[in-house]
């Protein structure tokens, strides 16, 4: 199979022309507004100065979204690449580089936007005058303290490994289709790899859930759900930049998931599944006030299960990888490492099967969601 070298060149015009996002923490411009009082109250540095390992500071750390990707670090300096942030703030849309939070997450460096002061604390971006008045608990629930932050329709990690996983999903099956176009009889290539993974969505998911009549159509969902699925949870175990986001392993992700599978099924319902949910046959009328609300539980428990389960399971195995990782430094010696490093090692290649089985799971029960909602009854 003879792949076009146009899209390679896509790629690589792509990422050149992010290379200005790609810099060096300005060490000044870091301690500007931020004391050294400050930073040894806020994180719990020892006294000797030397800041104490937190495990729990760690995992949330990598296992969170953020405004850019740190690579590496040079000279006692991180080296990161900055992504964007846009927010709609009461002057109207601003939008520039992370860079100028200079790393600080903390709530102390305040960033002038057009004449708004805005702060970052735990990767929610707020209003500077808003923010102190906050308490701690409000802090921490940033999220909901909707009139003390702008809008955020930022860049961040999560957004560029969807787009980057969207991009690689539409060139990989982008050469698929050019293969077939070629040579439709034998497949080779990548073509050669996808097609049993293909086949085994449709003849092992979509046709025993959905049945004969009705799989073709919702095809192309469960496709797209399940190699979208596959591919981030294979992106969050590469530790590398631009890998190592935790996209499956945000809830909002896997709600959104579960969402779209929830509005396809019950747009699809046809009379015997809203029959079933309103009028449950062979139930006496007078439980009729009990039922309904019952089956209507049950149509939201659907999603919700979808949601959780994929969130669930991912986030786990990053959890345990970073606590088998973080013994070394808890322990203090370089002896835990052989064990640590054994442990992290299995679970690791654990998680790559992890990764298909999540994704075989919830294109599984969104064709068995999906089956239910379409299926035709007998009637006698």
Not at 181 to 194: H, S
Not at 318 to 325: F, K, P
Request: glycine share 6%.
């Amino acid at each position: 199979m003879v792949i076009s070298n146009k899209p390679l060149q896509f790629l690589f015009t792509a990422f050149v022309a992010c290379i200005p996002f790609i810099g060096f923490a300005n060490p000044t411009a870091d301690s500007t507004h931020v004391t050294t009082e400050a930073v040894a109250e806020h994180h719990g540095e020892a006294a000797h100065g030397e800041k104490e390992f937190n495990a729990t500071e760690l995992i949330n750390s990598h296992i969170g979204d953020a405004h850019e990707f740190h690579i590496a670090d040079w000279g006692g300096h991180p080296i990161s690449f900055y992504l964007p942030v846009i927010l709609w703030t009461n002057n109207g849309l601003e939008i520039f580089s992370s860079e100028k939070f200079h790393h600080d997450n903390t709530g102390h460096h305040v960033v002038d936007a057009n004449g708004q002061e805005l702060v970052r604390y735990k990767e929610i971006i707020f209003y500077k005058d808003k923010f102190d008045t906050l308490t701690e608990d409000e802090k921490n629930n940033g999220a909901f303290a909707f009139d003390a932050r702008p809008l955020d329709f930022s860049i961040t990690k999560n957004v560029f490994s969807m787009l980057m996983s969207a991009i690689v999903l539409f060139f990989l099956f982008l050469a698929v289709a050019r293969s077939y176009k070629k040579n439709p009889k034998a497949p080779k290539g990548i073509a050669g790899f996808l097609e049993p993974l293909v086949t085994f969505v449709r003849d092992d998911i979509a046709r025993p859930n959905i049945g004969e009549k009705k799989y073709a159509k919702y095809m192309p969902y469960l496709l797209t759900i399940f190699f979208f699925i596959w591919i981030n949870n294979l992106i969050g175990l590469i530790p590398f930049f631009p890998f190592s986001s935790n996209l499956t392993g945000n809830i909002y992700f896997t709600f959104v998931m579960a969402f779209i599978t929830f509005v396809v099924t019950t747009f699809s319902g046809n009379k015997d599944y809203w029959g079933h949910i309103f009028n449950t046959p062979g139930v006496p009328v007078w439980l009729a006030p009990i039922m309904i609300p019952v089956e209507v539980i049950g149509m939201l428990t659907k999603p919700f299960a979808l949601m959780i389960r994929l969130f669930a399971n991912i986030t786990a195995g990053h959890i345990i990888i970073l606590s088998l990782i973080s013994l070394i430094f808890i322990f203090d010696t370089v002896a835990v490492s052989p064990i640590s490093g054994a442990f992290v090692l299995f679970m690791s290649v654990l998680e790559m099967l992890v990764a298909a089985l999540q994704a075989y799971v919830f294109t599984l029960l969104s064709a068995l969601f999906i089956g239910q909602a379409v299926a035709e009854h007998d009637h006698h």
